[in-house]
């Protein structure tokens, strides 16, 4: 009689249950989605099984930059949840960089990459860093000469742009680079709970995900990837001091030169967060749950408490999701027709 009354009180305060959590993922899909399980198309980018291969080697290959030392993996390293776990990143000469490298996961669902949103999608990024000084130190035509002084490039090229008479450009080489980069999809656990896995989420995380919703997170952190989407004021209530918010990066201002953009920047995609400190654009936070307090803080105006911080972070730590295998791949050799390295000369 006591098992038979333990058991139904067991079955009663489970569909007691059910209500609230259907509810709530009933509001959440009204704010986020799944990730696909197919690889997104890209716009004006057919993606084939060749392009991906293509890019993948493009992306670690280090002869890409002027030294021959960096490559697309160097600030976005795959093995380290896509990003290179410095407050800035590291380039050519051993410069530091300005910014806090954003992860690539996850990345082709954002609306525009960088900070301040000045590259329209992957393509535009990926040409980016090639000719920045601070970063990679190259110039397109010589991209273009390292490429064509290998048969390989040469031969993976025309398989990847079947129809163009002279398919190793710069353009086709971002392309390439945009097929690969839209494969790097991690599904997570809150994927398999808006897609109606209950057990997916614990009562902790689930409580957090109720705090980042009713608390006004999700204004600016929505969408398929919990954030990358639209543009705000870092500070929208109060303004964090200058060691988090360096007074010299006005943000999205340099993009457009509209006073109302100055300390605008692009909401950070959230997905992977718990595995990619440190945070914010300066890189100045390493603690995900200082971050919590501090966007709370400075964007909607609420003292988050311990408790509630915690629950927000368990939350947030279900964003963390699988990264597809990566098998390094075998680059071509060098040639005689080959452009050699530039070296690396620090800058005094």
């Keep these: 009689m006591r098992f038979t009354t333990v058991s139904s009180l067991f079955v009663i305060a489970t569909f007691a249950a059910l209500p609230a959590s259907a509810d709530l993922r009933e509001d959440a899909m009204d704010m986020f989605k799944p990730l696909p399980s197919t690889i997104p ?11 991906i291969d293509l890019g993948k080697a493009l992306f670690f290959d280090p002869r890409m930059s002027a030294s021959g030392v960096f490559s697309c993996n160097s600030c976005h390293n795959l093995a380290t949840g896509g990003d290179d776990n410095l407050e800035t990143s590291i380039g050519h000469g051993w410069q530091k960089g300005p910014r806090n490298s954003p992860t690539v996961l996850n990345a082709v669902f954002n609306e525009a990459q960088f900070w301040d949103g000045r590259a329209p999608d992957l393509a535009a990024q990926a040409k980016g860093p090639v000719q920045a000084g601070v ?15 290998m048969q390989d490039y040469v031969d993976w090229f025309a398989a990847s742009f079947p129809d163009e008479s002279d398919p190793i450009t710069f353009d086709n080489f971002a392309k390439a680079i945009e097929a690969y980069e839209a494969t790097l999809i991690t599904p997570a656990p809150f994927d398999a709970w808006l897609n109606g896995d209950e057990a997916a989420l614990n009562e902790t995380e689930l409580a957090g995900l109720s705090l980042f919703m009713d608390k006004g997170c999700v204004s600016c952190h929505a969408g398929i990837n919990v954030g990358g989407e639209g543009y705000y004021p870092f500070g929208l209530i109060e303004k964090p001091g200058a060691d988090i918010l360096p007074e010299g990066d006005v943000g999205r201002f340099a993009v457009t030169e509209t006073a109302d953009d100055e300390y605008v920047f692009r909401a950070a995609p959230l997905r992977n967060i718990a595995v990619t400190a440190p945070y914010f654009h300066s890189g100045k936070v390493w603690d995900l749950k200082t971050a919590v307090v501090i966007m709370g803080q400075s964007q909607l105006g609420e003292d988050i408490n311990d408790e509630e911080a915690d629950q927000i972070v368990a939350f947030l730590q279900t964003l963390t999701g699988e990264v597809p295998e990566v098998v390094y791949p075998i680059l071509p050799a060098e040639t005689s027709a080959t452009p050699r390295p530039s070296g690396q000369i620090i800058q005094n």
């Design 135 to 149: 970063e990679m130190a190259n110039t397109p035509d010589n991209v273009i000469a390292t490429l064509k002084s």
């Design 41 to 51: 198309s890209v716009q004006d980018n057919p993606i084939t099984a060749d392009k």
